[in-house]
């Protein structure tokens, strides 16, 4: 048995055998072929053997998950017999004397630009279809042994370098019982999507690719942060009970779903959710999340070839507001840079990607994409309770110019006759350290700021939030970061306004003591923390909480807040 450490990244216990996922590389090169037959002849056999495939896939999940899901294997069926795909492939392999997959690539790109700028989200949908047909036959023309995620129909536990957020959209969670990844941590977005699934998961522990193999038995320990490669049977019992403590509960925090979050002497605070697409509001309702408190909608702008219309983006945004019935949603603008790239922009490659062109910086320069954005959402407004926030702002002047574009974009569209709600609050993320020091100037002219740890931890210790090797320096108890909590609560206090954390450190059972003693409002966090932390917020005074965070703010270290913090809970 080998035992893998990593980092905890999603709670639970899966246990369960290796599915490794790894990317094939998809890029073709264009040829010149002289025996068009023969190249036609290998085109019909790739399709051939891809229907094959299909008919299994079709019928496997028809047996055993329904028509509904058997569906979309039907309508890639189609696509594959559709003459107007197959038929405009074959002449360019004829008239242009090109290689199959070649041919196959340019027209199938040509159709998934043309459904990706329907306006009918049905249409949209069709181009997620076509990449994936379009993949399934370039497999057996570029000889790439490959099944996608989707496919998977038995219970698994995926293994992978990391993890796109397509990958894990495509991940059928009957299947799939967990994950652990090579390089990731708490904060990176592999963690994140996973504890919005809901999926047990490890991520950053270096090797697990190298130490495990295709059909492996693998436990992955979310709650501890071990992988553990091939277990003995009393390895496996003892993960089965811990897996049944847990569960148990889980059945606890359960009750709670509908109750609010007031401590015991009487203050209510909100809890909320951080989601990453309109899918995910099912699991905040289902963990009783009372609003939401971050959209990140830069998952709507990835996996895909290019930038999202305004249509698409209106329909998600107004999915969103809808199932939140009313309850805010705090929509976060396009938050790309980082560790979330988007091939299609063709950005340079920087030195220090999170120092860099990213976020609102990037929006306030492709001021065509932030404007279609800004559009989508003020469209949406109409159908709940929206409240937009820019992500990254460093200076006072950028809300400024940000805050010009939104109410010019608002301007335009009433000028149109469109309907616009005139209660959208405008806040930003206090995610970098010169914003949290001027805070009581932004106070001034923000409606809500909402804390983003993840980002200014890293900033503020100078501690890449990806690199396994200095997060020992990822502190969030450290002192330093609780002054600069405080800073920007009490400032926003000052101006009656209201903040928000929606960093991971919101849902973390240690800070949420020091947050409610700091006079935090509300706390934003993956769905499946909101149960754990209301269970915890309702057992505490916020009264002693107040004295607590005072102590732990004149200590020097990190380690001795952590002890402060665990002598009341002991
Ligand atoms: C943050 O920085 O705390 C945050 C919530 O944003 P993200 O994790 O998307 O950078
Ligand atoms: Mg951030």
Excluded at 55 to 60: M, N, Q, S, Y
Excluded at 191 to 203: K, T
């Amino acid at each position: 048995m080998l035992n893998v450490s990593g980092i905890a990244a999603s709670a639970g216990i899966a246990i369960a055998k290796a599915f490794i996922l790894e990317h094939p590389d998809y890029s073709v090169e264009k040829r010149q072929i002289n025996d068009v037959d023969a190249e036609i002849a290998k085109l019909d056999s790739a399709l051939g053997k891809s229907r094959a495939e299909l008919e299994a896939i079709k019928e496997r999940t028809l047996q055993e998950l329904g028509e509904k899901k058997a569906e979309i294997f039907a309508s890639h069926l189609l696509i594959l017999d559709d003459p107007e795909l197959i038929d405009p492939v074959k002449s360019k392999i004829a008239d242009e004397m090109v290689n199959a997959e070649f041919a196959l690539n340019e027209t199938a790109s040509q159709f998934i630009s043309m459904f990706e700028n329907m306006k009918s989200a049905y249409l949209q949908e069709r181009a997620a279809d076509m990449r994936d047909v379009t993949k399934r036959v370039l497999n057996h023309l570029l000889g790439i042994d490959f099944m996608s995620p989707a496919e998977i129909s038995e219970e698994v536990i995926v293994l992978a370098e990391d993890l796109t957020p397509s990958d894990t959209a495509q991940l059928n969670r009957q299947y799939v019982k967990g994950f652990a990844t090579n390089i990731g941590g708490r904060t990176s977005h592999s963690a994140i999507m996973a504890r919005s699934l809901e999926i047990p998961a490890v991520v950053g522990t270096k090797d697990i690719l190298s130490q495990a193999k295709q059909g492996d038995l693998i436990i992955v320990d979310g709650l501890d942060g071990h992988v553990l490669v091939n277990p003995t049977d009393d390895v496996v019992a003892e993960y089965r009970a811990k897996q049944e403590q847990y569960d148990a509960q889980r059945a606890e925090w359960r009750k709670l779903r509908d109750e609010p979050t007031v401590t015991v002497d009487n203050v209510h605070v909100e809890l909320a959710a951080n989601i990453g697409t309109p899918n995910d509001v099912t699991g905040v309702l289902e963990n009783g999340g009372e609003a939401v408190g971050l959209y990140r909608t830069e998952f709507l702008y990835m996996g895909r070839d290019k930038l999202p219309s305004e249509d698409i983006q209106y329909n998600a945004y107004k999915a969103v507001l809808e199932k939140m019935e009313g309850k805010p949603v705090v929509v976060r603008t396009l938050d790309i840079g980082g560790d979330k790239e988007l091939p299609y922009l063709d950005l340079p490659k920087e030195m220090n990607p999170f120092l860099g062109f990213r976020a609102v910086r990037l929006c306030l320069d492709r001021l065509d994409i932030f404007r279609t954005q800004l559009r989508a959402l003020l469209r949406a407004s109409v159908h709940g309770n929206l409240r937009v926030m820019f992500p990254m702002i460093a200076t006072l002047g950028e809300f400024r110019e940000a805050k010009a574009v939104l109410l010019e974009e608002k301007e335009k569209l009433v000028a149109e006759g469109v309907a616009v709600s005139d209660s959208i609050q405008l806040g930003i993320m206090v995610e970098i350290p010169s914003t949290a020091v001027m805070a009581d100037q932004f106070a001034k002219e923000v409606d809500f700021f909402s804390i983003g740890t993840n980002d200014l931890i890293q900033y503020t210790m100078a501690a890449d939030r990806m690199n396994e090797r200095v997060s020992y320096l990822y502190q969030p108890y450290n002192p330093a970061i609780l002054r600069l909590v405080k800073m920007v609560i009490d400032a926003a206090h000052r101006e009656g306004k209201w903040v928000g954390m929606c960093g991971e450190m919101a849902g973390d059972e240690t800070a949420i003591p020091l947050l409610l003693g700091l006079g935090l409002d509300e706390f934003s966090m993956s769905a499946t923390s909101i149960l754990p932390a209301r269970s915890q917020i309702t057992k505490l005074s916020r009264a002693d909480m107040q004295e607590l965070a005072a102590k732990a703010l004149e200590m020097q270290t990190a380690e001795q807040v952590v002890e402060l913090v665990q002598s009341i809970q002991a």
